[in-house]
Structures are given as C-alpha cells and as structure tokens.
C-alpha cells in the first residue's frame, strides 16, 4: 500500500513566521501535489511537481512556494504566513503523469495562524 | 476550465435507505472523472472512476457511479446506506496537459442516522 505521511498532524504558528510543512511518499511516484482544503470550497490546487526540482504553481499559489529535492520529498513554504492560510493542507501522490493514475492523499496537517 | 459542482452541502439519510450525491461538471472533451471519501480526520480515499467505455461503474463499498454526457452529470449511487458511510465525499474532475491534475468539487457531508 502507498504511504503518504505529512509530518504533523497539527501546527500553531505566529504570523510572520516563516512554515514548512513535510511531506513523504514511500512509492518512488513521479507526481506530488499539496492541496489545501476549506469547508465549502473543496480541495484547491496549490502546487505540484512531477519530478525532482521541477515545479508548477496550481490554482492558488500566492503566498507559498514549494521545494522538491528528493523524489519522495516534498515540502510545502509560508514564508510569511497570515491568519487567512488557517487551513487544512492535504498532500497527495501519483505514480505517473497521466490522469490514469490515481491520487493517494496524506492525513493532512490542520494549521491555525494567529 | 474544468469545473465540478456538488449542489448539496449536507445529505441526511436513515441506515438502510439508499443515497444519491449529485455531481456535475464543466469540460469541453470527455472528461475523467473521479470521487473520492474522506472520513473524519482522514485523508481522501478513491471510491471509483470513470475514463471511458460503460457508463456505470463500480467502486469499493458497495459504492457505484453514473456518467451521463447529456446531463454532465456523475452522481454517486448507494442502494443501502450504513452508518459507517458518514462522511465528507468529493467529485473530481482531471485537468492539465497531462490530466494528472484533480479539480474537485465543494464537497457533500454526508449524515447517517440510525
């Protein structure tokens, strides 16, 4: 079974602080995605990679940045986070490029800023 | 750009009735089109999808979905509800160059009463 593990389950940050949430696939999948879900709004599409070092902004990506240094890696920035990134932020991995390759999601990580 | 809509917010249904959750989207092509079931504190599993040939399809759970082009609709159908199936459920739609990206609808919470 595909196992995507994001490292913390709840964060409480200051705003200003800078925030980096962790994520880790242990199937060796090419696409890794960070989403972050709001009641009433679904899941959004923040950014995702589909190889090491290689990036694409999503649907909502101002005021995050993303870094993929490793293939099982990816991490999620706030270099400044603000009370409206309160949000939960879900991780998720795909084996291939292809929209035949289906999504498995992380736990997610609940982040309050204040 | 492809869009998914999920009219209803919150169903209620009673152990043992059958559930229909409405899903309808927005794409010009045939789309790929996917719904997923979060439990509480949970991330999102793959219920079922539809990429193309019989336009019904079964998924885990006893779950089983419709795709109707005329209508662009993609409702997910359950003859007999248990109370195990409360929870927050999603539709999606693949987008991008490749399709290896999700747009999800709002979501529908679904409660189960006994």
């Known amino acids: 079974d595909v196992k995507v593990t994001q490292s913390s389950r709840y964060l409480v940050k200051r705003t200003g602080e800078k925030v980096f949430l962790e994520c880790v696939q242990d199937m060796d999948h090419e696409n890794m995605f960070w989403y972050r879900q709001d009641p009433g709004l679904g899941l959004r599409l923040i950014y995702f990679s589909y190889d090491v070092k290689m990036k694409e902004k999503g649907d909502i990506p101002e005021g995050y940045s993303v870094s993929r240094e490793k293939k099982e890696r990816f991490s999620l920035i706030l270099e400044s986070a603000s009370t409206n990134q309160t949000s939960m932020y879900l991780c998720a991995s795909s084996l291939l490029t292809s929209y035949n390759s289906p999504l498995h999601f992380g736990n997610g990580t609940r982040l309050t800023v204040t | 750009a492809q869009s998914v809509t999920q009219p209803d917010i919150h169903i209620t249904v009673s152990e043992g009735a059958s559930l229909e959750l409405r899903c309808n989207y927005s794409?010009?092509?045939?789309?790929?089109l996917f719904w997923y079931v979060q439990s509480p504190g949970q991330g999102l599993q793959l219920l079922l999808k539809?990429?193309?040939?019989?336009?019904l399809v079964q998924g885990i759970k006893g779950f089983e979905a419709e795709f109707k082009r005329s209508q662009s609709s993609f409702n997910l159908r359950k003859p007999s509800v248990h109370w195990s199936d409360a929870a927050e459920y999603f539709c999606?739609?693949?987008?991008?160059?490749?399709?290896?990206?999700?747009?999800f609808g709002a979501g529908t919470i679904l409660r189960v009463k006994s």
């Open positions: 794409y010009g092509a045939t789309p790929y």
């Open positions: 999606a739609v693949a987008a991008g160059e490749y399709g290896n990206k999700l747009v």
């Open positions: 539809y990429f193309s040939g019989d336009t």
